[in-house]
């Protein structure tokens, strides 16, 4: 059982500042648009809480939209659909939310909290193993011997939810020895050798680098996650234009060349 997700007041948001910071490093909790930005000098703030699984292609498209927008600063708070969503709920400043399922992005819906949202991506599971793949895992159910050591997304989270229905439809059960929070978290383990393979979208092991293998298995594609992708209520103009790029063709240039699909 995992503990009932806090106040997120009392949890530490991961704000990234799209141009200015290195990395992906935790900030204050940004300043919303919607609220007029820094007092006194004629800045924009933009928050956008999105999947940790958009972390790369939403950083390079935030810093497309500031040079298209001078004046306008894009924060990034990007972790687990699922705390993103209840963060929203329980009154966390954001303009934009993009969702790694269409579960996570009710719950704000449901609240009217957001507006119409729409499907901008999908994204289909992998197993990742590391480079030199030491358990020689070549299949799903190779994840079913006791002695390879799989790390899981937990399942209340979408790429958790995912991986349920892919092992459901292929017939298996697998204990994993780590239930973790979010996807970057369950890729770490692999890429850190603390476990032989977890269930991972193929973006993230794309954008590993190398330090990771993918390897296809066919339930996947009974598991594919769509990409909600919506503005928040009382959300400034800016918001509307950040979607508006996501939903351009040159948004969907960086989110396919990164693995994600056209919906």
């Known amino acids: 059982m995992f503990r009932r997700l806090s106040r997120w007041a009392t949890i530490p948001i991961a704000l990234t500042l799209a141009a200015g910071l290195s990395g992906c490093g935790a900030g204050d909790p940004a300043t919303s648009a919607s609220s007029g930005g820094s007092p006194g000098d004629g800045a924009t703030t933009l928050t956008v809480f999105a999947a940790a699984s958009l972390t790369g292609t939403f950083t390079e498209l935030g810093k497309t939209f500031e040079a298209a927008h001078p004046g306008t600063t894009v924060r990034f708070n990007f972790g687990s659909s699922a705390t993103l969503a209840q963060q929203i709920v329980e009154g966390a400043p954001a303009d934009v939310f993009a969702a790694a399922s269409p579960a996570t992005m009710k719950t704000v819906t449901d609240a009217s909290l957001a507006g119409t949202p729409v499907t901008f991506v999908r994204n289909v599971l992998q197993i990742a193993v590391p480079a030199d793949n030491p358990a020689k895992v070549d299949d799903l159910s190779d994840l079913t011997d006791p002695k390879v050591k799989v790390a899981l997304c937990a399942e209340q989270v979408p790429c958790g939810a995912a991986a349920v229905k892919a092992l459901d439809a292929a017939g298996l059960k697998v204990t994993p020895v780590t239930l973790e929070q979010d996807v970057k978290a369950t890729l770490a383990k692999v890429s850190l050798g603390e476990v032989d393979a977890a269930l991972v979208y193929r973006t993230d092991v794309i954008s590993s680098g190398g330090k990771v293998l ?25 918001a509307k234009q950040f979607v508006d790029l996501v939903l351009s063709q040159q948004g969907k240039d960086v989110l396919t060349k990164a693995g994600f699909q056209a919906p």
Do not use: M
């Not at 769509?226 to 800016?238: G, Q, W």
């Open 214 to 238: 993918g390897i296809d298995f066919p339930e996947a594609e009974k598991a594919i996650n769509d990409y909600p992708i919506a503005t928040l209520s009382k959300a400034p103009e800016a």
